[in-house]
Each structure stands twice: as C-alpha cells, then as structure tokens.
C-alpha cells in the first residue's frame, strides 16, 4: 500500500553531485526483523552510462590537483564522518544486521580511518630514476591517475569496504563510479550527503545503487571504466574477469577465504581462545578473514575444544542495536538458510554439532522472531574432504580438528582453493616462522587476529584473489607508470 510505502527510506542514486531517482527500485531488508526497511535504485546500463560520462567529465580537474589539495580534501570528509559516527554506526547495524557495538568500534572508525590514511600516504611516494653515464642517459617514472574506476564492494562491511577502495582510487586523482552491494546500501547514501561539504567536487564521486547482475555488470564492460576493484566471491570474480577480458582492464579482485588457525601444544590457551572465538564469530562469521578451520595439536585437543564450546555458548545472539550483545542477524534469510545447509551436510556426514544449531535453543527479544538469527556453531569429527572444511561457509560456524605433526598441519591447512589469511599459535618462534613461509596464505597471523597496517600488503593467493592493496599496493593499482628517457 501507497502508505506503507511512504514509511520506508528510499535511496537515490548519485550521480554529477547531485542525488537522481531511479525509475525501479530494490527491496532491501532488516535482517533483525525480516521486514523491508528501505527501497535501493535498481540501477541497469542508463544509470551507469550516466555515471561514468560525469567521472569522465570531473577527471581533468580532479586529477589536476595536487596530491595536497585532494589530501585536506580527503581529511575533511573523514572529519565530517567522524562528526556523525554514531548515526553511521546505527545505519549500519540495522541495514546490515551487525551488532551496534561492532558498527561503532570497527565498521565506522575503519572508514574513516581509511581516508585520513590515503590523504597521508598520497603525500609520500616517490618514484624512481637512474643513471647510465656511459650512454649520457637519465632514467626516470612518473605516475598518473588511470581514469574512471570501478569500484563494487560488499555487503559484510559496507562503509569499511567502500571507503577502502574509494579513498586510494580518489587520493591518486582517479574519479569513481561505485556499487555498493544492494543489500546494503544505506551509509554509502549517507556519505554522498558529506561530499559536497568536504569540497569533492561534482562528479569524482558517483555511487549508483543496484544489483551485480545489472548494475555491476553494466560498469565492468563500460568500454570507460578501465580499472575495475572487487570485494566478493570467488564465483563472481570470474565472470567479471571473463566479461572485462575484451577491454584489457585492470583487476583487483579480493575474494573468498578457508582460513585455517593452527594451535600447537605450546600455544597460550589464555589468549589463543577468547582469540580464535572472536576469529570464528566475529561479525556472524561473515568477514572474509573469520577463522573456520581450527587445527589443534592432540595433546591439548581435548582440553581446547572443553574450553571453547565453554565460551561459545556465553556469545549472546539477539537485538544487533542491545550494546550487550556478540552476534547480531545474518545479512538475508537465503544467507541463512545456506549457512544452516551447512551444518545439516556435517551431520550428515557424521559430525558433531557441539553447540549452536540444531543442539542449543535460540530464545529472542520479541521484535526479533523473524531475523535471521544463529548461534556460533562448533562442529568436530569433519572430515578434511568435507564441504564444511573446504568450501566457504561465511557464518558463525566453525570446524575444529587434530592434528600430530607440523609438517601435517601444514599440508592439511594448504589443501584448500583458498588463501587469504592464516593464524598460527605457538610459542616457539622458530616453529612459527616455518610455518608462517610454508603456509599458502596472503596474510598470517601470529598470536593475534585481525592486527592490520595499512602500509602493507593485503590481499590472497589462489581462489582467494588478485593483486594487493596497502599504501603502495594501492598506489600502483590507482596509477598509470611512465618511463621517461632523456639524452644530454
């Protein structure tokens, strides 16, 4: 009804600094109660045909500017998100389903984080020059923007995500059409009301709104847009890679994980597990880095998994905006449902489904019945062939196993498609740099989870993606290098 209609937040596309309806529109839900919330654009091929002919406009202004012009200019729109961090914060736990204290102490303050450190390291590169006297030549590089970036990101951390790849693309003097993913929308809307006022000008930033069927798909085979940055699956990265094939585009594509954690016998069981509890749950499970392969030597495995089912169970799931709570809604009811998939393969193999689904009653607040909701899930006695062990399940669950030898665990922990992240759990120092070069993964992690520098390189091997991003990695992503000769 027209007045059930009028209730809901309708977006609207961005685009040349200035907010455009859509002619259709995309139901968006609350995973916390099941209902619809908000109404997203349903973006196709017109929308992004728009959007790209404003970011090839702006382009030769923007990337005229010095790196310190677009670095305040970057400053500024950090402050100004800075400045309304807790309305973000709530945007985002409700459109996401993520608790409120997460969205607060990560989600927000890593976006913002995100350009106060761009508009830094844009300051800082150099590039390179040599000389060969015998020729009478100097040899130097010099970088420039590429043009119009495309920039589709996901719906796990949304702002996170974004402002990850919008500040480089900006900084380096690019202009940007991005997607956000149509489930979650809302703070990327939120965010093209601060442009203006941190002095963007008309057209850098262009944000429309739609499906990667259409929306996405339109921007990656514009013959306009010849830098593409993805955050998804695996799956999508290969269409993407096939349909932007024809124009030679430039991928960045950060994927999936299986990401495995390695518990030696000499491991601190005091900090390894309040760890590798937030490593498995975190954010519902759904971050690309979440731990869900526990690999535990035998003669601490059964006091490990005693302990950790222990403190499973103490994670409280419920209300994402109850500050109290540990678990919040998984994004979609399809999401849950393929999660919980999972967990009945397992048993069906002949697993244990220690605590969570299907063993542990679930009891939520009133408004919540119909959310997509889960207990953290521990499962043991999986098989390493096992789907649960070899396929990305993207949900509070996680598999725990034993293992004897170091040399075993690493052949088991490698034998995935994936390679993202990896954490290892040891005292032993020399133990843990042996492991940490043998292990097939983009990032590892020693005695901690989730510790990041921006500085350096991130990003997986194998189905886990291509490229790095970081202060340099992103740099060089963003720029287009030139080699300059000259005779005297």
């Known amino acids: 009804t027209m007045a059930h209609s009028k209730a809901l937040l309708v977006l609207e596309n961005f685009i040349g600094g200035k907010f455009v309806p859509c002619s259709s529109y995309i139901d968006s839900y609350n995973p916390s109660t099941g209902d619809v919330y908000c109404r997203v654009p349903d973006s196709g091929k017109e929308e992004v ?27 500024k729109l950090a402050d100004l998100i800075e400045h309304d961090l807790e309305a973000f914060a709530q945007a985002e736990s409700k459109d996401q389903g993520k608790t409120i204290t997460f969205a607060r102490t990560v989600d927000i303050p890593r976006a913002v984080y995100n350009f106060r450190f761009f508009a830094s390291s844009i300051l800082h590169h150099t590039t390179e020059c040599t000389e060969m006297a015998t020729m009478g030549c100097v040899h130097y590089t010099s970088r420039a923007p590429v043009g119009v970036a495309g920039l589709i990101s996901p719906w ?24 956000p993913s149509e489930m979650t929308s809302v703070t990327a809307w939120m965010m093209c009301k601060l442009l203006e006022k941190a002095g963007v000008p008309h057209g850098v930033v262009n944000i429309v709104f739609g499906t990667g069927t259409k929306a996405g798909e339109a921007l990656v085979c514009h013959p306009d847009v010849p830098l593409i940055s993805f955050t998804g699956s ?26 495995p954690a390695i518990i030696f016998d000499d491991a601190d069981l005091m900090q390894c597990i309040p760890t590798t509890l937030r490593s ?39 209300n994402p905006s109850d500050p109290t709570v540990d ?4 994004i979609s009811k399809e999401h ?21 689904e299907g063993v542990d009653s679930l009891a939520l607040p009133t408004g919540n ?32 196993v034993a293992f004897d030898t170091e040399e075993e665990v690493i052949e088991r922990a490698n034998s995935v498609k994936y390679g993202l992240a990896a954490t290892v759990w040891s005292g032993n120092v020399g133990r843990v740099h042996r492991v940490a070069q043998r292990l097939q993964a983009g990032l590892v992690w020693t005695n901690c989870w989730l510790v990041r520098d921006l ?30 000769t000259i005779k005297h």
């Not at 899930?377 to 390493?384: E, P, R």
């Open 234 to 259: 695996t799956l999508t990265a290969q269409r993407i890679t096939e349909k932007s094939a024809p124009h030679c585009k430039r991928l960045s594509l950060e994927l999936g994980g299986k990401n």
């Open 49 to 75: 045909e728009a959007a790209v002919k404003s970011a090839k406009a702006a382009f030769p202004i923007w990337s005229s500017k010095s790196p310190l012009e677009r670095s305040q200019i970057l400053n």
């Open 369 to 400: 019945q119909k959310g997509y909701f889960m207990l953290p899930t521990v499962i043991a006695k999986v098989k390493d062939e096992s789907c649960c062990m070899q396929e990305e399940i993207f949900g509070p669950v996680t598999c725990v």
């Open 156 to 179: 796990n951390l949304p702002l996170y995500l974004l402002t990850w790849k919008i500040a480089p693309a900006i900084a380096c003097g690019n202009t940007v059409v991005a997607k």
């Open 455 to 484: 500085n350096l390189p991130f990003g997986g091997m194998k189905a886990s993606g291509i490229g790095r991003e970081g202060a340099k990695d992103s740099y060089e992503f963003f720029t287009e290098v030139k080699t300059i």
């Open 336 to 356: 849950l449902e393929k999660v919980r998939s999972y967990v009945k393969k397992a048993q069906a193999e002949g697993a244990r489904v220690l605590c969570g």
């Open 280 to 318: 498995s749950f975190a954010n519902q499970g759904e971050i690309c880095l979440c731990t869900s392969r526990i690999f535990v030597q035998r003669g601490i495995y059964s006091e490990f998994l005693k302990r950790f089912v222990a403190e499973a169970k103490k994670w409280k799931v419920g």
């Open 327 to 330: 678990v919040g809604a998984l």
